[in-house]
């Protein structure tokens, strides 16, 4: 840079890269869009999948558009914002990722095609804002109450988040179970999936084995084969505590001079957990469940009181297991009390394969907390099955605390874009130019959706058009029979949630990026081997 007596000034250091004004934003923009393309023809139930496979050579298949997007390396800058944006959709509603990283994308593209005709950025985002506002009004005002009650619809919400997932056959049993555990973990209105519901995969079998268990499952087995394989009308104790021997601390020292005086320390131990075992059998347990440890004498003291035992339960599981059963986790034994035991109607350790076992806590009263068994032939089938199960429960529980839905298909789209170009022509100045990009942009959803059906984008468009013009609100994208039809009365529903957090995603992070128009990128640190290293030894400097 050169300063007005002819000498340069230097301000950012060597090596740094600057991109200023409209080659800034075309960057920005082309990197965005290239996120999104990568996900776009997963979009709906004829969405193709993509195999990502990692460095290590693991290998995933997913048609699921927020795992496409955390698997892949992305390094731009403005992508990685992108990706941040689909994520922040999924962490508020469970669902949509993949529609609002589309839409995003097709905003920019319209932004820029404004902006190549002289439109100001800071004109395209205040309309882009205003258009986002009046879509979340339309969007309301399409939508259709549900009560808690109205199960049909709960089933169908799930069913169509689960469709294009490959389980077509077993959707209505898999909405059965998804819909059973989103009512057993409603907790005044809020259904907390991830704290509450717990999916265990098991390799073998097949789909049509998944159950629902009304109670938690743990990948671990009884600690002693002297314990009861089965305890029916269970009283539970979660402890917080060690059930083993005293190791002794580095700094600590104990004087024995007679061997007697060892068999005595040794003795007393043993009481002390003896006494502890007591302390649970007193209280009522005949299952003790342990985050810590349970020693070899612990172990032969539970099963001397025919108690069933584990040990090394993870953390979240303790938790999950306490809302499920309504036990207190007690931190000393010597202070439990019938009052801590959680109840269930049967634990069981059970063989799942020839050398895996879980124990089985269900039938417990007014579970908090259930668990999922999902069975299949793979690993990859299994993970697969667990993202579309975990979505169906994400928007199932977003009908529950929302209690509104709208059609799917496209058809909220394309509503929107039609009252908003309706909108758009009460407005002056360029601002109207920006609303009705923004409107154009919408129909994104649709037009991908017949594309990846294998129908024409423009038929679909033109013939949807047509029905919202006549006040059919509800007619979508017919992928699996073609053409054109009512999405409510198809069964395909979303909830009013998903779709507007979609529009405010993908409207936020288009504005954030189109106000950009100064890149400074700093040089890239190289790897060079340190003094005395062997050029093969690399480290950053």
Known sequence: MAGMSGYPIIILKEGAKRDVGREAQHKNITAARAVAEAVRTTLGPRGMDKMLVDSN????????????????????????????????????????????????????????????????????VQGYKTAEAKASEILESMSVEVTRDNREVLRKIAMTAMTG????????????????????????????????????????????????????VLELERLNPEMPRRVENARIALLDATLELKKLGTDAKITISEVEGLRNFKEGEKKVLEAQVEALAKAGANVVLCQKGIGVAASHFLAKHNMLAARRVKDEDMKMLALATGARIIGDPMQASSQDLGHARVVEDRKIKKDKHMIFIEGCRDPKAVTIVVHGGSEVFLDEMERALNDALMVVGDVLSYRKIVPGGGAPEVEVAERMREYAATLSGREQLAVKAFADAVEVIPRTLAENAGLDPIDAIVALRAKHGEGHKAYGVNVLNGGTADMLDGGVVEPLKVKLQAVKSAAEVATMILRVDDVIAAKREELKPKPGQSPHDYTRM
């Open 165 to 216: 997932k490959g389980i077509e056959a077993m959707k209505e049993k898999l909405a059965d179970i998804v819909v059973d555990a989103a009512l057993a973990i409603e907790d005044n209105g809020k259904v907390d999936v991830e704290n509450r519901v717990k999916i265990v995969k098991i390799t073998g079998g097949s789909l049509a084995d998944t159950e629902l268990v009304h109670g938690i």
């Open 57 to 124: 050579g693991d290998v995933v298949v997913t048609n699921d558009g927020a795992t496409v997007l955390w698997e892949l390396d992305i390094e731009h800058p403005v992508a990685k914002m992108i990706v941040e944006v689909a994520r922040a959709q999924d962490d508020e509603v469970g669902d949509g990722t993949t529609t609002a990283v589309v839409l995003a994308g097709e905003l920019l593209k319209k932004a820029e095609e404004l902006l190549d005709k002289g439109v100001h950025p800071t004109t395209i």
